[in-house]
Structure formats: C-alpha cells, structure tokens
C-alpha cells in the first residue's frame, strides 16, 4: 500500500493564544531543535522560547507581540512538521499563510532549519517596523461558507473609497490594512455583513506598502545565501508554484523580502493551487492552533473539492476522515503524527 499524499499547510500570527500555551512542552519537551532554538536567542540575549511557552499563564501584552509570537508560532509549527510520520505520508507540496512563508522556507527545504528559525525570529522583529496602520478582519463568507460575489466586490470599493488596501485573501475572508484612520472610517462605507469588521490588535499594516521598513530591515540583515532551492515545491503567497530545478535562489529571497512583505498576501490562491495542481489526500495544517481550518474549509468549499460543497459537509466529512488535518487538534494529530 502507497503513502498518503499530503499538503504542508504553516500558520501565520495570530494562532498562538491562551490555550496554546505550553504547546512546545506538551509536544516537543527534550526536542533537540528546541534546545538550539533556546540556545540561539539566549546568546542574543532574549528570552527563550521553553521560558516563553511555560510561562504560569498567557501574557496578552507579551504572547502576541511580534518579536514574542512569531518565533513561537514557527518553532510549534516546524517541530509538528519534524514529528509527520514519514513512513505513511509523503510531502507533495508546502504553503503558509502570511508570516507562516518563513516556516514553509523551512519545511519545503529551501533554507536550513537554523536559518528559517533566524528568518521568523528576525521577522517577528522587523514586523513591528512600520508607519502607522493595522488591520482588520472582514467576513464576506454566510453561515454556507459561501461568498456573495456582489459583497465582496462592495466591500472592496469601500476599502478602496477610504484608502484601505487588501492585506490577505483568507477564504471566506478578507484582511484589509491601512492608516487607524482610514480604518476607523470604513464601518460606516461597508455593505450589511455576517459581523462587523474585528481589528486585530498589536497587528501593523502588513502585506502593504507601509511596511517598507521592515521589508528594507530584512534585505539588509538575512542574507541571499541563506536560499536554495525547494527540496518540495514549494506554494508563495500569489499561488505561484517554487519548484526545484526551476528556482533561481535570489528570485526566491526577493520576494520574501519584497513582494511577500509589501503586497496582498493571497492564501486562497495558494490553497486553489494547493488542492488543483497536487491533488493531495490530505492537507496538514501545523500547529500551533487550528483557527486558519475555517478558511481552509471555505477554499475547498467554494472549489466543491471532493464534493464538499457547504459547511455541513465539511464538518460531517471532519468527523470521519477528515480531509483537512489539523496538528493543534489532538485527535486530528495522532493522524499524522509519528
């Protein structure tokens, strides 16, 4: 009997939360990768991540602050990838969503385990290197998972009157950016909605040109030659499709460090590329938390994949065999996990 083909799937901010804390001690205790993940932050004097992660309870000032969430968040998610059980499943391609890129760098073996640890780590600091601004998160899709073409193409002539830009195309959902003000302005342009728009805090204008000072503080420390070529195809954040004898290296870090950075993250793209062009048996979301399974669901509904064509079916399909795996979920884990 053959492998199961599977998509990598890496998360992006946001997913680590109260009832992630202690993820890494839980599911990665005594992992040598978190030793050298420790070692490298405390020779550069900050906080390692087992004390981060172990702390007595979930600090929403500290946990969430970029240069605190996003070396969590892409430590639980590439010590998840590490524990995939290799003997049952094969890798036919890897995506992420917005900062979860530099986890996929990772996982698809474009760039080392230390340097993508180094790229997360430098990145969850640069991220907080921006002009004012920050984002907000829409729902366009109903309680069928589906999106009204008329809302959607309303809501994006809002964002546009008042100069709010697309940050991320997350299925049944749209991230938008831009200055508080232009935010605070677009309640009052937007069409009837399932809810109202919900800012995240502590997040900037990301995937925007206002965050041309991080993208300018990431070419000048993290390195070309840090790249290579996916050892996997590798998914980027327009649904193009990295392969190995096609990638030119220094394409590669161009655009995590320009495009990636400063334009639309489309994770819906790299999801319809994703299930179309791999045809996987399964996709794997990594940890740490589940909160991207919802947009994954609303791309393979609105693709009808597998004759999952509404929420119902999704979620009764979830219980079975699920389709979408997702590694913060316990029983879901012992799926894949080795």
Known sequence: MGKETVVIVCPGRGTYNAPELGYLARHHAGSPWLAHFDAARTAAGKPS??????????????????????????????????????????????TGNSMGWYTALACAGAVSGEHGFAIADAMGVNSQRHKPGGQAVIVLAGEDWRVDPETAR?????????????????????????????LDALNAELPPLPRPPLRLPGHGPFHTPLMQASADAARGSLPAEWFGAPQVPL???????WRRFET??????????????LAPYDFTAAMTVAIR???????????????????IGQVTVALDWLDIGSKSVFSLRQEGNPFLVAMGREAQRRVVAS
């Open 49 to 94: 991540l087992t004390a981060l992660d172990g702390a007595a309870k979930f600090d929403p000032k500290l946990h969430p602050r970029g240069d605190v969430a996003a070396p969590l968040i892409h430590a639980c998610a590439y010590l998840d990838f590490l524990t995939l059980d290799r003997e049952r499943f094969e890798v036919v391609a890897v």
């Open 154 to 182: 309303r809501v994006e002539a809002a964002c546009a009157k008042v100069g709010v830009l697309p940050s991320i195309r997350l299925g049944g959902m749209l991230v938008v950016a831009g200055p508080e003000a232009a």
């Open 235 to 241: 998914i980027d954040g327009r649904g193009k499709i």
């Open 248 to 261: 030119e290296c220094e394409a590669l870090w161009d655009y995590t460090f320009g495009h990636q950075i």
């Open 277 to 295: 062009e791999f045809a996987p048996d399964r996709l794997v979301l990594l940890g740490p938390g589940e909160t991207l399974g919802g947009a």
